[in-house]
């Protein structure tokens, strides 16, 4: 199950920009903050348009309801979608999908039941009617889909700044640091943008345009950064890059395996890294030096 939930999705935007999602993922951009308020605007803007034609002829505290309720449903839906393709992944080759298609998978059924509500709580004031109401629904979802993954996602994944450190008391005439204080794995951090990273957290970064998707124990983030100054800072043991957009830790390498014609690296979680031809050499080396 982990495996399919960090198992990442392709999809291209209507203005045919390629962009990776997983469940996990996707659950974690709608705890934060950011998404909220995001959220909270599209929820606004559904009961100010008022496509059904609610207002005026349900109370408003039941249309505010209905909107939420429609708003969660889809949401869970989208998450549902992303998660079936990724299972489906599993099982086939990766393939990119159309985002249109995940939205109106996602749509379709949450604007029947929307719509049906509708009807029964308006006492059949407001009737029930799919076209050509989906169709707004559907330019509606693509919208702010669109401007969600290309201009909100990078900023709301960005990692917090880590807390302000108590300051240091004054050294004594002899050090009392234990050698679990000087062993402390979470010592090594390495900056992702403009922000320290605890390197032993990293599990394997992927460069997408100019930013990175990184992914670390039980969580991860998007950052503007180049994936050849992250890597300049690790070591040869902390991690191998076996292809130009990829850099993987060492820790949760498992070894090589086939994909059709083509090589990856296979991860502890399930995750299949490409490798490159030219590197090929270099990756099998490195994980006999590892064995």
Known sequence: MEHILRQNV??????????????AEYISLLRGSGTQVYLLCAYGLLVATDAPGMLGKISLAVTLGLWALVVVLFLVTHGLVIFALAALQQRTKRFTTPGFIAALTALTPTVL??????????????????????LFYFVIAEMFIL????????????????????PEPEPAAASTATPEDESDE???RILIGAEPV?????????????HVHVVLDRTT???RAR????????????????????WVAARVARGLSRDGQK?????????????????????????????
């Open 221 to 223: 983030i998007t950052q």
């Open 113 to 134: 039941i929307g719509e049906w509500l509708t009807a029964v709580a308006s006492h059949g004031a407001v009737p029930f009617a799919i076209w050509p109401r989906i």
């Open 10 to 23: 392709a999809f291209f935007d209507p203005l045919g920009q390629r962009y990776e999602i997983s469940t």
């Open 227 to 246: 994936l050849s100054d992250i890597v300049a800072q690790t070591e040869p043991d902390d991690g191998i890059q076996p292809h130009r957009s990829w």
């Open 186 to 188: 979470d010592s090594r």
């Open 263 to 291: 090589h990856v690296l296979k991860l502890d979680d399930g995750t299949s890294v490409p490798v490159a031809r030219s590197r090929l050499t270099e990756v099998r080396e490195w994980l006999d030096r590892r064995a």
């Open 147 to 166: 401007i969600y993954m290309r201009y909100v996602r990078p900023v709301v994944s960005q990692p917090q700044p880590p807390a302000q450190a108590e």
């Open 198 to 210: 605890p390197l032993a957290r990293l599990r394997h970064i992927q460069a997408r345009e100019h």
